[in-house]
C-alpha cells in the first residue's frame, strides 16, 4: 500500500482524474506505483495486485463522495477493489 497517508486533496485529485482521463486510467492499470509517484505518493509495487480492475468512469463520477470516505487515507491500491 502507499507509504505514509494520502491527503484528501490528493484522494480527490486521483479520483477525478480516473473519472476522466483514459490515459491515467492505463496507466493506474499498467503501472499505478509510478502513475500514483506523479502524486506524490509512494507504493511497493510488490504490493500491486496481479489483477487490476477499475470501476467505471461513470461510477466514479457518480458515487465520488462514498468512494472517498470509503478509502480515506488507505487509497494506496484500494481503488482496485472498488466496486
Known amino acids: 500500500m502507499i507509504k505514509g ?3 484528501p486533496q490528493q484522494i480527490e485529485a486521483i479520483l477525478d482524474r480516473l ?6 486510467r492505463e496507466q493506474m492499470l ?3 506505483a ?7 505518493l509512494e507504493v511497493d509495487p510488490a504490493q500491486v495486485p496481479a489483477v487490476r480492475k477499475l470501476p467505471s468512469k461513470h461510477a466514479l463520477t457518480t458515487q465520488k463522495q ?4 470509503k478509502i480515506g487515507s488507505q487509497l494506496g491500491l ?3 477493489m472498488l466496486k
Open 5 to 7: 497517508n494520502a491527503t
Open 30 to 32: 499498467g503501472d499505478p
Open 78 to 80: 484500494m481503488v482496485f
Open 19 to 24: 473519472a476522466s482521463d483514459d490515459a491515467f
Open 66 to 69: 462514498a468512494l472517498r470516505e
Open 34 to 40: 509510478t502513475a500514483l509517484k506523479g502524486y506524490g
